[in-house]
């Protein structure tokens, strides 16, 4: 199975400042389709998680253009420019190349 | 609006069964791929199974493998997960998800 590494397990900051979130791959992720498919969700307290990017670096519809994922092969990063408020919770990468999909730990994003 | 809406949760006695359902609304439900994804309590996210849109073709982690169903009904807009021989260890909260939406989410308890 794919091993999914997230760092850091919890971030505290302050509204306005940036934060980046690392992923790490035990394989690559590109597909036979060429495509990777290393997707982010953030699951606010007491919600359900809601995808926020897929495909590396694409956003979903209506997910503020604060948020901004890069990277490749196996080494994947999802920053957060000019945190606010709502942007609290746990954010999970998920691989979805090889079965089975896997989710990292995920990282728990607190505001001071 | 994409709608996913999970029933079926409860509470069982290990080595019995539960059926969930998931009606989903808001896209073309036969033109998705379908997927379960658990969240143990506390815990982070595992995905549990999947389906392909005519159904012909499914998949699942070894923990599951063989004591779950994932099936569907395109004519019903509904995916279902059949549960049996279930386990402590499958106590969780249990999501529908198109790969781009997530259900509100049903629970799922197994203890005597």
């Known amino acids: 199975d794919v091993v999914m590494t997230q760092t850091p397990p919890s971030l505290s900051v302050a509204i306005g400042q940036s934060v980046s979130i690392s992923c790490k791959s035990s394989?690559?992720?590109?597909?036979?389709?060429?495509?990777?498919?290393l997707n982010w969700l953030l699951q606010s307290p007491g919600r359900s998680p809601k995808r926020l990017i897929y495909?590396?670096?694409k956003l979903d519809s209506g997910v503020p253009d604060r948020f901004s994922g890069s990277g490749s092969e196996k080494d994947f990063t999802l920053k957060i420019s000019r945190v606010e408020a709502e942007d609290l919770g746990v954010y999970y990468c998920?691989?979805?190349?090889?079965?089975?999909?896997?989710f990292g730990s995920g990282t728990k994003l607190e505001i001071k | 609006e994409v709608q996913l809406v999970e029933t079926g949760g409860g509470l069982v006695q290990p080595g019995r069964s539960l059926k969930l359902s998931c009606v989903a609304s808001?896209?073309?439900?036969?033109?998705?791929?379908m997927y379960w994804i658990r969240q143990a309590p506390g815990k982070g996210l595992e995905w549990v199974s999947s389906i392909n849109t005519d159904g012909g073709s499914t998949y699942y982690p070894d923990s599951v493998k063989g004591r779950f169903t994932i099936s569907r009904d395109n004519a019903e807009n509904t995916v279902y997960l059949q549960m049996n021989s279930l386990r402590s260890e499958d106590t969780a909260t249990y999501y529908c998800?198109?790969?781009?939406?997530w259900g509100q989410g049903a629970s799922v308890t197994v203890s005597s």
């Open positions: 808001g896209f073309t439900f036969s033109s998705y791929w």
């Open positions: 394989q690559s992720l590109v597909a036979s389709d060429k495509n990777t498919y």
């Open positions: 495909q590396v670096s």
């Open positions: 998920l691989q979805g190349t090889h079965l089975p999909f896997t």
């Open positions: 998800a198109n790969g781009d939406a």
